[in-house]
């Protein structure tokens, strides 16, 4: 298929209002389930399955399956910017993600053996802005050799991480972020080592975690990362 017959089905896919809705919707980097972006694109369940394929099909949404559940986001930071360039078109702004998820669990609480929230959302997110962490495969990461120096020089043991019968590391998507946080064996280590170093305390009677702005700085200086 030649470029200018592609963008007409990318526009085509676009160009359905119910379509456009979920798609702007998704420009927070919140990836939504199929119940949430039917009520955005104001159509039945039914209906919103239909759509999703097509822009899955079309290579516009990526599907993540966790537990129980599917969540749609955007394919990629050229889907992004083409809608973004698309809005500045029409006028209108971006849209904004809004959470119901208590304040102390939105902040850091664990997500199995891992740190989950905000404060690890800002982790995983700097560690790819720095150059720590690149894609290795569908679902996985690999650290640079730059990324590799810095844990190390934090203590991390990436020999007994990779020795591991697991995953070394891999995005996992926050519930209440709606965007990835770190998992796998390095996710662990990296709990594990806020905790040890008291950059974070755990609640006693809940997944909640304490991590003070001091907190925030000091762990984010520690993998040189810069501090908020």
Known sequence: MDADTYLARIAGAIGEPARAR????????????STELAVVAEVSPSTASAHLSRLKGEGL??????????????????????????L?????????????????????RTCYDHMAGSVAVLLHDRLIAHGCLHEDGE?????????????????IDLDALHSQRRRFACPCLDW????????GALGAALLHKAL??????QDLD?????VSAAGKRRMLAAFGLGAE
Do not use: F, M, N
Request: hydrophobic residues 40%.
């Open 88 to 108: 500045v078109v029409a006028g209108l702004p971006r849209p904004a993600h809004k959470t119901s998820a208590p304040t102390r669990l939105r902040t850091a």
């Open 22 to 33: 979920i798609l702007c919707c998704l420009l927070d980097r919140t990836a939504r389930t």
């Open 196 to 201: 040890q170093q008291g950059w974070a305390a």
């Open 139 to 155: 679902r996985s990461y690999a650290l640079t050799a730059d990324g590799a120096a810095r844990l190390t020089q934090a203590g």
């Open 61 to 86: 949404l990526r599907q993540l399956a966790q537990g129980k559940h599917r969540y749609y986001s955007l394919a990629g930071d050229d889907v992004a910017a083409a809608l973004e360039a698309l």
């Open 176 to 183: 209440s972020e709606r965007r990835p946080h770190l998992g």
């Open 206 to 210: 809940s997944r909640a975690l304490q």
